[in-house]
């Protein structure tokens, strides 16, 4: 950072600051990657249940808040007895790019509105698939392409699904249809993304 000009002589320790924030997040992901290779045992879940959790009504709220933006196949997964890094993974699939950032981008404005909690996405909408980390809870938004390639449900099929039913619509958690996925659906729903999508992904 700069004051009138000149640079600030916590310049450094910033520039310290980042490159250790950047490391911690390598970390974050081998550990998770470490963990999907490992052996996971069946039967290794015990009580509390997944909606006793503490984080649950977190991930109420990203299911809603993608459910807003109409994403589909929204999933929780509890992942708390398989690895220490996260408490939930939450997926979701968006039928076209634009939809994958409007559903991130609603995900991220409850988030800080509701927990004062922000999450620099991770990946791109233009690649299909976004991650916004909040710690305890993992959030993945794909395009349906993308969510079928990398198949991370399976991965982590012993997790301990948590029921959405109860805060997703019911076409929230469908799977799209096959047939819609090939059609633009971007002129049907631009109207209610934010205008200032853009300058948050550029």
Request: glycine share 8%; proline share 6%.
């Amino acid at each position: 950072r700069t004051q009138g000009g000149a640079p600030c002589e916590r310049g450094s320790a910033s520039a310290t600051s980042k490159k250790g924030s950047k490391s911690n997040q390598s970390d974050r992901r081998r550990n998770l990657v470490r963990g999907m290779m490992l052996p996971q045992p069946k039967g290794t879940l015990s009580p509390p249940l997944a909606e006793d959790d503490p984080m649950s009504p977190m991930v109420y709220a990203i299911a809603r808040a993608g459910d807003d933006r109409r994403a589909q196949a929204i999933r929780a997964i509890r992942v708390s007895a398989l690895t220490p890094t996260t408490s939930f993974f939450v997926t979701m699939t968006g039928k076209s790019k634009t939809q994958v950032q409007a559903i991130s981008n609603n995900i991220r404005a409850e988030m800080e509105e509701a927990y004062d909690l922000r999450a620099k996405p991770q990946g791109d909408p233009g690649s299909g698939w976004v991650v916004l980390d909040y710690e305890d809870v993992i959030v993945h938004v794909f395009t349906p392409a993308m969510k079928d390639f990398y198949d991370l449900e399976s991965l982590w099929r012993n997790g301990q699904a948590l029921s959405l039913a109860q805060v997703v619509s019911p076409e929230g958690l469908m799977e799209p249809v096959e047939e819609d996925l090939g059609i633009d659906v971007d002129s049907e729903i631009d109207s209610i993304w934010d205008e200032d999508d853009e300058a948050i992904w550029g």
